[in-house]
């Protein structure tokens, strides 16, 4: 990641971004790996669920190391999120060409449908959330080069974020201090014959689109080496998966190192250029720079003067800000619309209504940030999430507050905890659920919930466990967070009032739940935790959480993990 990644955010909320660590689990952690492979060979021979195959058309309160581009690369990585150190050496494929195909790699637009019952509710038709004034809703998730579904295309119980990332020991032990890299990955996938990486681009781009979100913001880190050379990848990937799935630009600007306006402009036009940038309908080219005030508004006007003298490319500027209240006005008169990176925490989130009342009051758009959590132990800062709390209320006050777009903040750091991807701790549980308030996001009804689900989460350690290992940095939270807690949450989407047992460790009790949705609260006990929705005396949907909670820790992970019943 950049070597500054985000700076003290000044006002409101503090900005977020961040490089997890793991915690040894061994044969644990081995036994899931294999598990999850056999979905991922699922995942990729195109067996996704693909509701769109018919129709196409982060500021940290302190400064981090650098991180690198991707293994192999010695630049400064990552956006708005906070990264690893340089220099990391895992091994560095040869660059890739778009027309190379994965053997077995499914054509484009083909998909098989999703498990029968993963969602609580029914998945609206393409037309409902791509046409009329759902259309105009668009949802993006912020994507971060550094963290592709694998980075050596080898198997995922041996490959590079087993061996480096999620060890504390990895990489030469660099990342021993905060007890390694990173705390999660993505779902495992299995190798690829041809251009793997090319085939695990489509991939992801074929999971956005099956969740119903628009694009990805792609966060560009570097003008040169592997992120670039990802960044390029990824516009050809989407085209090929699906021509309405769109790649909105967003230099980052803690992580780029240029101060030339035509410099960056000639990048923006690189990219840009491809069929999958998002554009407006009028042609613009939409251009939403990471820590935008980073640079004054005249140097940015410089910028998209560039992009029309130079390129012919007119920009719809669509700055996101780590302190918006301070640089709107400024701004103002170059932008289409604007935005920030928002808090983490799931206290602290009535600035956005305020935000986006400003943003529209301007006349401009406002695209409104949505997220899960952020624990950063590389920089020893961690956001309460409140199990699934911050997720709910950042998609509230999107929905509430009137905002024009949404980023999903993040698709893929797993250096901030802060995924919405699929990943080894949590399956699909928060894309899933993100699914069900995007849906009311773009079409303005809530969806009927047809199944009953139960989503599980926790954290697999109390708040203030003492690690046992060499960690010497601890996460404390971050300054306007919540509270810490220690909490397992029930959220439950019923078609009919039941009752839901559960069993957390060996505390054993049972709750009502209404139609609808209800969120249950219990306290986090060393064990397993697992619920039950019973029924007219059966049982009608159950979950467990495969992390079991351990007084005894070996490096500290404040994330919460999840699982659902709708999905193996």
């Known amino acids: 990641m950049a070597a500054e990644r985000r700076t003290e955010r000044q006002a409101r909320h503090p900005s977020h971004r961040r490089r997890p660590g793991f915690r040894g689990r061994g044969p644990l952690l081995a036994l899931l790996i294999s598990g999850f492979l056999l979905a991922g060979a699922f995942a990729a021979t195109g067996a996704v669920w693909d509701p769109f195959a018919d129709g196409a058309g982060r500021s940290a309160s302190a400064p981090a190391p650098g991180a690198p581009g991707a293994p192999g690369s010695a630049e400064p990585g990552a956006g708005p999120t906070t990264g690893a150190p340089s220099g990391t050496a895992a091994p560095e494929p040869a660059p890739k060409t778009p027309d190379k195909r994965a053997t077995g790699t499914p054509a484009a637009g083909s998909g098989a449908p999703r498990p029968a019952g993963a969602l609580p509710f029914d998945m609206p038709q393409p037309a409902a959330l791509r046409s009329g004034a759902a259309g105009k809703k668009l949802v993006f998730a912020h994507y971060f080069t550094p963290y592709p579904l694998s980075l050596d295309n080898a198997p995922a119980d041996g490959d590079y974020y087993t061996r480096n990332y999620l060890e504390p020991a990895g990489e030469s032990g660099k990342h021993e201090r905060y007890g390694g890299l990173l705390r999660d990955r993505p779902l495992p996938v299995p190798p690829k014959g041809g251009d793997w990486e090319y085939a695990n681009l489509q991939q992801e781009v074929r999971t956005a689109r099956a969740a119903g979100i628009d694009g990805f913001t792609l966060d560009m880190l570097s003008l040169s080496g592997k992120n670039w050379e990802r960044s390029n990848l990824l516009m050809e990937a989407a085209r090929s998966v699906d021509p309405a799935f769109k790649i909105m630009l967003m230099p980052d600007m803690t992580s780029l190192k240029t101060d030339d306006p035509g410099v960056l402009a000639d990048a923006l036009a690189a990219l840009g250029k491809a069929p999958a940038a998002h554009r407006l309908g009028d042609g613009r080219l939409v251009v939403s720079p990471f ?211 559960t069993a957390v460790g060996t505390a054993t009790g049972s709750h009502e739940a209404a139609a609808g949705i209800h969120s249950e609260l219990l306290p986090l006990r060393a064990g397993s935790a697992s619920a039950v929705l019973v029924r007219d005396g059966k049982a009608r949907a159950d979950v467990e959480l495969p992390y079991p909670v351990d007084h005894t820790v070996t490096v500290q992970d404040l994330q919460y993990y999840a699982a659902t019943s709708g999905r193996e």
Do not use: C
């Not at 952020?374 to 507050?401: F, K, M, V």
């Open 291 to 501: 820590k935008a005030e980073a640079k004054s508004a005249q140097w940015w006007t410089q910028v998209i003067a560039a992009l029309k003298s130079k390129h012919g490319i007119g920009t719809a500027f669509v700055p996101l800000f780590l302190d918006f209240g301070a640089h709107s006005g400024e701004f103002a008169p170059i932008s289409h619309g604007f935005s920030e990176w928002g808090s983490r925490s799931y206290v602290g989130q009535e600035s956005s209504t305020r935000d986006a009342e400003r943003a529209h009051g301007m006349g401009k758009l406002w695209m409104q940030p949505v997220s899960v959590q952020d624990a950063r132990p590389n920089q020893g800062i961690y956001d309460e999430a409140g199990n699934t709390a911050t997720l709910r209320s950042t998609w509230q006050h999107a929905i509430d507050d009137g905002a024009d777009w949404v980023q999903l903040t993040t698709w893929n750091d797993y250096s901030e905890g802060s995924q919405f991807a699929p990943s080894l701790h949590n399956g699909y549980a928060y894309l899933d659920l993100t699914s069900y308030y995007l849906t009311r996001f773009k079409t303005g009804a809530w969806p009927k919930v047809v199944r009953d689900t139960l989503y599980l989460t926790a954290r697999t350690q109390f708040a203030a466990a003492d690690p046992t290992g060499t960690q010497s940095l601890m996460m404390a939270p971050r300054k306007g967070s919540a509270a810490p807690r220690d909490t397992v949450e029930v959220l439950s989407f019923l078609t009919e009032p039941g009752t839901v047992r």
